[in-house]
């Protein structure tokens, strides 16, 4: 069975901490996301990684940086959190070897929900 | 460039029910299209999803949608509303990237509830 994991469900931090939130799947994926999900605004990309050490910036990058050091893991950075970022995180991977359809399904984990204060 | 609209983002039926949530897209080139659900405290799941093949697509339960091109549309339906429905629905539509990294753009989710 597919499973992407993240490190917490809920998280509380305060404002100007550095915050790290982990994402670990087991699919052996060469791609990894990370969306914020916010009420009336929907998915919205901040970056993903389409191999290891490499990412690319998505629509709201702002604010975020990735790393990716192994091809199992993408942590998301928030260098300086502010209440702003205070929203649903989710981490999503997807394989790029169903090459005859082309259709990447991305498989999602369960989110954490971060809270800046 | 490729978008999503989602008509209504709060939609309740009566159990037993037939649900239709709307769906339409833009895209450039022949889209891929899905569907996706969201419990509430998880994450998204895969419903269903458009490959070029058949136009009407059927999913896990009981879910099925139809893509229309003249109408640019991926409308999500199910005959017959259970309370375990009640979920938020997101449909994404991605126009590909031969070999390489493809970008999924969703809406921004209809809830649906579902009344006794």
């Known amino acids: 069975d597919v499973k992407v994991t993240q490190s917490s469900r809920y998280l509380v931090k305060r404002t100007g901490e550095k915050v790290f939130l982990e994402c670990v799947q087991d699919?052996?994926?060469?791609?990894m996301f990370w969306y914020r999900q916010d009420p009336g605004l929907g998915l919205r990309l901040i970056y993903f990684?389409?191999?290891?050490?490499?990412?690319e910036k998505g629509d709201i990058p702002e604010g975020y940086s990735v790393s990716r050091e192994k091809k199992e893991r993408f942590s998301l950075i928030l260098e300086s959190a502010s209440t702003n970022q205070t929203s649903m995180y989710l981490c999503?991977?997807?394989?790029?070897?169903?090459?005859?359809?082309?259709?990447?399904?991305?498989?999602f984990g369960p989110g954490t929900r971060l809270t800046v204060l | 460039a490729q978008s999503v609209t989602q008509l209504g983002s709060h939609v309740s039926v009566s159990e037993g029910a037939l649900v239709l949530l709307r769906c339409n897209y833009s895209?450039?080139?022949?889209?891929?299209l899905f569907w996706y659900v969201q419990y509430p405290n998880q994450g998204l799941q895969l419903l269903l999803k458009?490959?070029?093949?058949?136009?009407l697509v059927k999913g896990i339960n009981g879910f099925e949608a139809e893509f229309k091109k003249s109408e640019t549309s991926f409308h999500l339906t199910k005959p017959s509303a259970h309370m375990s429905d009640a979920a938020e629905y997101f449909c994404?539509?991605?126009?590909?990237?031969?070999?390489?990294?493809?970008?999924?753009?969703f809406g921004i989710g209809t809830k649906l509830q579902v009344i006794p």
């Open positions: 999503a991977s997807s394989s790029v070897r169903e090459r005859r359809e082309m259709v990447y399904e991305q498989f």
């Open positions: 699919m052996d994926h060469e791609n």
């Open positions: 990684s389409y191999d290891v050490k490499m990412k």
């Open positions: 895209s450039s080139v022949p889209p891929y």
């Open positions: 458009y490959t070029s093949a058949a136009t």
């Open positions: 994404a539509v991605s126009e590909g990237n031969p070999g390489g990294y493809q970008k999924v753009t």
